[in-house]
């Protein structure tokens, strides 16, 4: 298991579901697209809309473009783990 990221920052954080646990399943706040106070994702970077996440339940890193702001119009979509375990 990875250790936490030096970047990871308390103070920036994103909601984004962990492409590798299910931390969310069953929360209601989750289920209803709002902002939950477990369930947030340290944001350890971003280039554009293209966000550099790390899940603070497993400690999973991985990317994820949001569509917001200057996309890269190469940038397939989705989630896309960057390998780190």
Do not use: K
């Not at 936490?4 to 706040?29: E, K, S, Y």
């Not at 902002?35 to 497993?58: A, D, F, I, K």
Request: contains cysteine.
């Amino acid at each position: 298991m990875l250790p936490l990221d030096p970047q990871a920052d308390i103070g920036r954080r994103a909601w984004v579901a962990c492409p590798n646990c299910n931390d969310r399943d069953g929360c209601r706040a989750c289920e209803e697209r709002r902002t939950c106070p477990e369930h947030w994702r340290y944001l350890l970077s971003n280039t554009g809309s293209l966000l550099h996440l790390q899940c603070p339940s497993c400690l999973h890193i991985w990317t994820h473009e949001s569509g917001f702001g200057a996309t890269r119009s190469r940038w397939a979509g989705g989630t896309g783990d960057l390998g780190r375990q």
